[in-house]
Nanobody, 126 residues
Framework: QVQLVESGGGLVQTGGSLRLSCAAS????????MGWFRQAPGKEREFVAG????????SYADSVKGRFTISRDNAKNTVYLQMNSLKPEDTAVYYC???????????????????WGQGTQVTVSS
């Protein structure tokens, strides 16, 4: 089992920045590819960004490319999501997810991730 705990959410104005963190425990973190997903009220959960277990490969949703950056520190068992130039449409609950994989391909389908955090709320005011 892998336990994931997100932090760093909050309320920010349009154009502002936030950095989300996801701390992992329970298994060897470097064996897991990680992803960030989000779910806005009344909408389905969607992929935001993903990173391979080694950190070599990353992938982003078109809606966040150029604004968000995913990274990981395997020594600290933590994955991050730096969010800049935030927009009201970024408002959602953000979830960290993990899947055991050594492949460099980043998976964007939420059903492929076995482990999930509890989520952290991000609200962007206009």
């Amino acid at each position: 089992q892998v336990q994931l705990v997100e932090s760093g959410g909050g309320l920010v104005q349009t154009g502002g920045s936030l950095r989300l963190s996801c701390a992992a425990s329970g298994r060897t973190f470097s064996n897991y590819a990680m992803g960030w997903f989000r779910q806005a009220p009344g909408k389905e959960r969607e992929f935001v960004a993903g990173i391979s277990s080694s950190g070599i490969s990353t992938s982003y949703a078109d809606s966040v490319k150029g604004r968000f950056t995913i990274s990981r520190d395997n020594a600290k068992n933590t994955v991050y999501l730096q969010m800049n130039s935030l927009k009201p449409e970024d408002t959602a609950v953000y979830y960290c997810a993990g899947r055991r994989s050594w492949r460099t391909i980043v998976v964007i389908i939420d059903g492929e991730y076995a482990y999930w955090g509890q989520g952290t709320q991000v609200t962007v005011s206009s």
